[in-house]
């Protein structure tokens, strides 16, 4: 309305003024009965008659996605076995942390907690590796819960970057993705070895 008053004023000689309403002034009732008839009209353009804000598009897909996942979540009660112990569901605040990872961060972080890594006892069920022992301290299956979890041999540095030295998997869906990085990084497990073809110990 300002960008229009200033066009018109710059040949015209133009006011402002407050007007009550309903109070006979001509302008006014001119102005309210074309007001009127507008609204009775129908509607010609492109649909909808009233806007959606690009926000609130964003908005509606974004909950469609995350029902959408979560029901896929639900639904695939059996599978991923590991993974559900150790992920409470599908966040997408842990997906754009994981997107901000580098590809041996992200590697070593969904490794751990999917359960398809390079542990001992994955290679192992594979075919890959003879000993499915930990690495560290030799005294059960090389996985995700003696890793993070349980393994005697790490558990000074599972205090340190993790806050416990023993914890249970429902315990690792509340630890940021960030430590569990670190905590990776810091033990070398699991190993992100590309490309290697043959038995591993």
């Known amino acids: 309305m300002p960008k229009a008053l200033n066009d018109i004023s710059t040949r015209h000689a133009v006011g402002l003024y407050w007007v009550p309403g309903r109070a006979g002034v001509r302008g006014n009732e001119i102005v309210d009965e074309l007001a009127r008839d507008g609204c009775a009209l129908k509607f010609v353009g492109p649909e909808p008659a009233l806007g959606v804000s690009r ?16 029901v896929w979540w639900l639904v695939r009660g059996n599978n991923q076995r590991q993974a559900r112990e150790l992920i409470s569901g599908p966040w997408l605040s842990a997906k754009a942390r994981v997107l901000s ?16 890594n390079t542990l001992r ?9 003879d000993i499915p022992l930990c690495r560290r301290c030799g005294a059960e299956d090389d996985i995700f819960a003696q890793i993070l979890c349980e393994c005697e041999a790490l ?4 205090h340190v970057y993790l806050g416990s030295f023993f914890l249970d998997p429902e315990d690792i869906k509340n ?6 990085w670190n ?9 992100i070895d590309m490309g290697h073809k043959g038995p591993v110990n």
């Open 55 to 70: 926000q609130d598009v964003r908005r509606r897909i974004r909950r469609w996605l995350v029902n959408q996942l979560w």
């Open 101 to 116: 990872f580098n590809w041996t961060q992200s590697r070593a972080v969904t490794g751990l907690l999917t359960g398809h």
């Open 121 to 129: 006892r994955h290679l192992h069920l594979i075919g890959l590796s």
């Open 155 to 158: 558990s000074s540095l599972r």
């Open 175 to 180: 630890i940021s993705l960030g430590a569990i």
């Open 183 to 191: 905590f990776s990084k810091v033990t070398g497990l699991p190993k």
